[in-house]
């Protein structure tokens, strides 16, 4: 199975040309072809003759290749916009969109040598956490078919998960990476706003979008970020503070002080996630790393100051799915959407917005103030990404207040502009995969990626795969 | 219409939109230039037309010309500002909102003055221009049709204060800010494309006090029609106060033909626009020392410049008011008068010739050109003063009632001598030696 590999241990079989990007290419087409009608991860794939011919080039090419990406196969979100396939954002008002330019996400990585395979199922316009709200078919975990992927990247996850593409781009507004990476055992991280360029992703919400990687392990992601980061032009809040190479000091020997935010550890935590996520503590303090307790006390909002800016952009981002372009009906926007764009609409009007939208930026500032104040106490910040396993299929989507609260630990880290790093802590008995997120500074990536890698070097969750593909 | 028996006061503040001439629009890399696109929707990208993944990223040219108009008209500038979202539904407006500032515009708090008193600037705020609708019928069928290539193109919008009396000073103050738009070289400000449009806040008060009501006409192209909506507006509004009744605030149109206002929308209730700031742009912050290098490199304004030449050339000032286009002219001109008195000739002259179109004068125009130009059509042959003075005698005597009426103060009959003199010298003639020896013989 080579997509179980990683990046470099492929790229070294590809100039070595033990393999060939043809063959990566047609072992994600067979994957997909078996596994996607169950697990719907994909929405929309390219011609496959022309992937393959593309591969081919490729091939051809390989020994002029400068980027590690080059002839490996990968898929986008379906928010980002490419000009190979359709672009939906998981939704019927957008089918058939063949968008006139691409994401410069999508531009970085073509340029990459990287190969395109299709675009992934995700809560439609990213409105929601666990794929179900799409109107394509329901995303379904590979770990268990009967529970919800996460979301609303899950598609991603799921492919990656099962081994149907090397790695994946997925968006993160409020845990968008990091909860179905959680919940499929792969890696993702959410990077600071600002590091990758949004143009040309769909956005949900543009204070709190962020374009990252979504692979098998840290070394993957850091890989991948290297070839998509810096400054845009054409994205006035895209950034080039602190770019670097995130693979040269990956193996670097560190040793940091982690803070438990003990907001995050409280009773709205399931116990059996919670077991999980100390026993990793206890293998950072093992491994020389100093753990401290800090406080966020204002994360008790954190989930509503992200609610009502996210609902609040959304309802302003929506507004130019009027059903004049585009060629379908705006009433074919789901229940979840229309909720989403009334509450915003609600949260930004003459009378309420005082209140409602201008208060939670006041109150955005605080969280950020007090985000920093935790970061003189300790490098980073490690803590369960949901506070509960995944959800069945239905019940999440038929209770949207319990939907909204698993996104408890994740918002509140866009709130506040921060990176985070997804990796996979450990199963339960159920052997359902359950993750933890580490937390960073502002433009800290490097940092993560260090730990998280560290981690993996020590334990082995990330290598295991679902039972569906062996 | 009565005229009103009771005494009212106007009370109007204008609104005026104006559009920069920057090389590309206001947040995407698209051409400005919206009136000589070769056909619709040429200029237009993901960002202007508002698709997927579009995100704005705001020109800063067109930031500087904002902040440089607002020094030019005293305002105060906002050292932090930032762009905001006002949304609305209107199938020219591709993103469901435009991108404006609403409580923090980059200038505020300015003022002109005009002959009639000083009117206050409130605020000078950068937005984006809409597309363009265009009502056709295609084989039988009544469609619209929408031309992106204004669609994003920056647009300033210049808001007064309530402090404008008569319908001849609001005519005033637009032409004024036209030309001052003009002359900093920083839009063309061309009213019947649309460059420039103007809206009029009207009221009527016994008092200078704000009443109760408003009355805005919308959409005004020419300085002329402005006028005669206000004074239309001042009587129907008078008519409905002397009636008891209070005009009711609405939105109302020009119509020139029949030169009236019409209604056109009533407005119960302030529209919720939803405004927050633009997330997609940073908030900007300026520095005093980017403020101040801006003043210092504003050119003097037009009034300074024709007190200016009225000083250093004795150029009139009915000839500078109409050679005043923009900041690149001026500078010329300088020169050209400079380099005139130099060589003995008036710079008031060549203006006169300049403005006659007597001689050639454009942008790329040399000063010793337009000097050599100025003697040429001058050249004059010269003129034996006895002949000359002869002659003047002879006319002199054969009008004498003529000569009766100049020595009763009637002065314009210096015309009718000169053109005498001048029909009797077969000759070019230095027209102003002879008005002056002429002059001389008629004192004596």
């Known amino acids: 199975m080579l997509l179980d590999k990683s990046i470099s241990q492929l790229a070294k079989l590809l100039r070595s040309k033990k393999v060939s990007s043809v063959d990566l290419v047609t072992e994600a087409y067979d994957r997909i072809a078996d596994l996607n009608p169950q697990l719907n991860s994909f929405i929309s794939l390219r011609d496959k003759e022309e992937v393959i011919k593309e591969a081919k080039k490729a091939d051809e090419g390989i020994d002029q290749a400068t980027s590690l990406l080059h002839g490996i196969p990968y898929s986008l979100k379906d928010a980002y916009v490419n000009k190979e396939t359709q672009t939906t954002c998981g939704s019927q008002v957008l089918d058939g969109f063949n968008s006139p330019y691409e994401a410069t996400v999508q531009k970085k990585l073509k340029d990459s040598g990287a190969i395109l395979i299709g675009k992934n199922n995700l809560d439609a316009w990213g409105h929601g956490g666990s794929t179900e709200n799409t109107d394509y078919k329901v995303g379904k975990n590979p770990w268990d078919i009967t529970r919800i992927p996460g979301g609303s990247s899950g598609g991603s996850a799921a492919a990656i998960s099962s081994r149907m593409i090397s790695f994946s781009i997925g968006e993160d507004t409020g845990g968008s990476i990091r909860n179905p990476s959680s919940m499929c055992n792969t890696s993702g991280l959410k990077v600071s706003y600002g590091r990758v360029s949004r143009y040309g992703t769909i956005s949900y919400a543009s204070s709190l979008d962020s374009v990252g990687p979504m692979a098998k392990s840290v070394e993957d992601l850091a890989l991948v970020l290297k070839n998509i980061i810096g400054k ?46 100390l026993k990793a503590v206890k293998k950072y303090e093992d491994a020389g790393h100093k753990v401290v307790e800090v406080s966020i006390p204002l994360i008790k909002y954190g989930v509503s100051i992200y609610y009502l800016t996210g609902l609040s952009e959304t309802s302003s981002n929506m507004a130019r799915y009027d059903g004049v372009r585009y060629g379908h009906s705006r009433q074919l926007l789901s229940d979840e959407t229309k909720r989403r764009i009334m509450l915003g609409s609600y949260a930004l009007s003459a009378g309420y917005a005082d209140e409602l939208y201008k208060k939670a930026q006041q109150a955005r500032t605080k969280l950020i103030e007090e985000f920093t104040k935790a970061f003189k106490e300790c490098d980073v910040l490690l803590a369960p990404v949901t506070p509960s396993i995944p959800a069945k299929i239905g019940e999440l989507i038929n209770d949207p207040l319990k939907s909204f609260l698993e996104d408890l630990y994740t918002g509140p880290i866009n709130v506040a502009g921060l990176t ?51 | 219409m009565t005229d009103s028996p009771k005494n009212y006061q106007l009370i109007c503040g204008l609104e005026v939109h104006a559009e920069l001439k920057t090389k590309s629009k206001m947040f995407c890399g698209c051409k400005n230039d919206p009136f000589h696109a070769p056909k619709p929707n040429l200029y237009t990208c993901p960002t202007c037309l508002g698709m997927p993944g579009g995100l704005p990223v705001p020109n800063k040219k067109a930031i500087e010309w904002t902040i440089k108009l607002g020094l030019a008209l005293n305002c105060k500038i906002n050292l932090f500002s930032k762009f905001d979202r006002k949304h609305y539904f209107y199938p020219d407006l591709p993103k469901g909102y435009q991108i404006s500032q609403y409580d923090i515009p980059f200038c505020y708090d300015g003022y002109m003055d005009t002959s ?60 004024k800010l036209r030309k001052i738009i003009r002359y900093l070289d920083i839009g063309n400000c061309d009213m ?38 206000i004074n239309y507006e001042m009587k129907r509004q008078a008519v409905l106060l002397n009636d008891d009744k209070i005009p009711t605030q609405e939105t109302r149109g020009w119509d020139a033909n029949k030169q009236v206002t019409f209604s056109q929308r009533t407005k119960e209730s302030a529209e919720d626009y939803r405004y927050f700031p633009d997330p997609d742009i940073p908030p900007l912050q300026f520095t005093k020392e980017q403020i101040e290098s801006w003043k ?79 003697q040429q059509l001058h050249q004059t042959d010269d003129l034996d003063s006895s002949v000359l003075t002869k002659t003047i005698g002879q006319i002199l005597t054969a009008n004498q009632d003529a000569v009766t009426k100049y020595q009763a103060g009637k002065t314009q009959v210096i015309g009718f001598l000169l053109g005498q003199v001048a029909q009797k010298l077969p000759q070019k003639l230095d027209m102003s030696l002879v008005r002056s020896e002429l002059l001389k013989a008629l004192e004596n």
Request: aromatic fraction near 6%.
């Open chain 1, 232 to 277: 845009d032009k054409l994205d006035a809040t895209s950034s080039n503070n602190n770019d670097t190479d995130y693979l040269t000091d990956l193996n670097k020997k560190v040793s940091k002080t982690i803070g438990l935010p003990k907001e995050f550890f409280d009773e709205g935590l399931d116990p059996k996630v919670k077991e999980i996520i």
């Open chain 1, 420 to 470: 985070s790093l997804s990796i996979p802590a450990g199963f339960t008995q159920d052997k359902l995969p359950v993750g933890m997120q580490l937390i960073g500074k502002r433009f800290h990536e490097a940092e993560l990626l260090q730990l998280g890698h560290a981690y993996q070097q020590l334990t082995n969750w990330h290598l295991e795969k679902p039972s569906i593909i062996q």
């Open chain 2, 116 to 175: 009639e008193g000083r009117v206050g600037i409130t605020r000078i705020h950068l937005e984006e221009d809409t597309g363009k609708l265009l009502h056709k019928t295609i084989k039988n069928e009544k469609v619209s049709l929408v031309d992106f290539n204004r669609g994003g193109v920056p647009l300033v919008e210049v808001v007064t204060e309530p402090d404008i009396k008569t319908a001849a000073q609001a005519a005033e103050y637009g032409r």
């Open chain 2, 192 to 229: 019947q494309k649309g460059g420039m449009r103007l809206e009029a806040n009207i009221s009527l008060n016994e008092t200078s006090d704000l009443p109760e009501y408003k009355v805005e006409v919308k959409n005004i192209n020419s300085f002329k029609y402005m006028e005669q909506a």
């Open chain 2, 296 to 374: 210092k490199d504003l050119p003097s304004l037009p009034e300074q410049v024709i007190s200016d030449w009225k000083e250093e050339f004795n150029i009139e000032e009915r000839y500078s008011q109409l050679l005043i286009d923009n900041v690149q002219a001026k500078a010329l001109l300088g020169s050209i008068f400079a380099a005139a008195q130099k060589e003995n000739v008036k710079p008031n002259d060549i203006a006169k010739e300049i403005i006659n179109k007597n001689i050639k004068f454009n942008k790329d125009s040399k000063s010793q050109e337009v000097i050599a130009d100025y």
